[in-house]
């Protein structure tokens, strides 16, 4: 495989040459006086952040329903986040059309909730940072890809520490055209290897309720995920969580009941809704208040299901999600 070795320097100018035209954006990370958040450029890059080693949000949150013509988004981003922004694609939420993905090899990151003082800067830094203590998210630990080979494009770090831009599709290509330099064959070996396979999360309904019993139902796991997108949720309405004379209807229905109401239910329901889209990016356990350990399930349930039809959330833009799609001979070994 072929890719440009980047200098010191090169990405800001390739980012600054591609902003020059009025009607493109970059979407990415600034270095700000109280850490490194994203950020939409328009016209050029300052205190420009390749990486980012605190996880708040997943990017493609911003994302959902860009349908806008004529307006050129490039995103330079964690694999979670393009991986989210490509099932997004594929729901027909985003128009892929004006969007060039450019995913950034990852070496893990920590909780915003979390003190950050002390943590290096540098990727190669922040590896070794991280097998030598127990700070980062354990979504990133169990990450089933961190390194930069989603997407139209990838950045990734060989081990002497050089950077290197690898097109996957001919907009990746058209990225690395504004890089100076000649292609040339990448290292084999690269600082971010491939994830290893991890042990399933298993749970009983006892210790479901148990970690469950803390939630508010504040609902925050479902607005800060990126691939939970419904503008019209059912549980906006008094189907599932009844309020007002609809709960007292229910109460004298039904008899005593535990508030707030419906909380499993909904967990559970959300659990089937991105079971095949789950990216197992954390973003709900970040957004959770009572820090209910949301990426265990969601991720467990997700990846159980999706390795029944060998599939990876976000892995490719021409792999169609399972739910979505009949295949007459799936499943064969399945029991009627």
């Not at 467990?300 to 799609?325: N, W």
Request: with cysteine; proline share 4%; aromatic share 8%.
């Amino acid at each position: 495989m072929k890719g440009k070795k980047i200098r010191n320097g090169d990405i800001e100018n390739a980012l600054n040459k591609f902003l020059k035209d009025e009607h493109h954006l970059v979407l990415g990370f600034k270095k700000g006086t109280d850490g490194i958040h994203h950020q939409v450029f328009k016209g050029g890059v300052d205190n420009y952040s390749l990486i980012n080693h605190v996880f708040g949000t997943n990017g493609a949150l911003y994302l959902r329903r860009i349908f806008s013509k004529g307006i050129e988004v490039l995103l330079m981003m964690r694999p979670c986040e393009i991986r989210a922004y490509v099932e997004l694609h594929k729901l027909t939420q985003i128009e892929r059309e004006d969007i060039i993905a450019i995913s950034i090899d990852c070496p893990g990151t920590v909780s915003s909730k979390e003190s950050k003082n002390n943590m290096p800067a540098e990727i190669d830094q922040l590896k070794g940072y991280f097998s030598s203590n127990n700070s980062m998210r354990w979504a990133c630990s169990v990450c089933r890809e961190k390194r930069g080979v989603v997407g139209d494009g990838g950045i990734r770090f060989d081990k002497t520490g050089n950077l290197w831009i690898i097109p996957y599709t001919e907009k990746g290509e058209r990225i690395i055209s504004i890089i100076e330099g000649e292609l040339e064959e990448i290292p084999h070996e690269m600082l971010i290897d491939r994830s290893k396979e991890t042990e399933k999360f298993q749970v009983d309904m006892e210790t479901f309720n148990k970690d469950f019993e803390k939630c508010i139902m504040c609902m925050n796991c479902r607005d800060m995920c990126p691939v939970c997108y419904c503008l019209d949720c059912v549980f906006n309405g008094d189907e599932y969580l009844p309020k007002g004379d609809a709960l007292l209807n229910k109460v004298f229905r039904t008899g005593s009941t535990t508030m707030p109401r419906g909380k499993d239910l909904f967990h559970l329901i959300r659990m089937y809704h991105v079971s095949q889209t789950c990216v197992g990016c954390g973003a709900c356990e970040e957004a959770c208040p009572q820090g209910i350990p949301l990426t265990k399930y969601f991720k467990g349930v997700s990846e159980r299901l999706q390795g029944l039809f060998s599939y990876m959330s976000g892995r490719s833009f021409d792999e169609p999600i399972p739910y979505i799609t009949f295949l007459e001979d799936e499943l064969k070994e399945a029991e009627d």
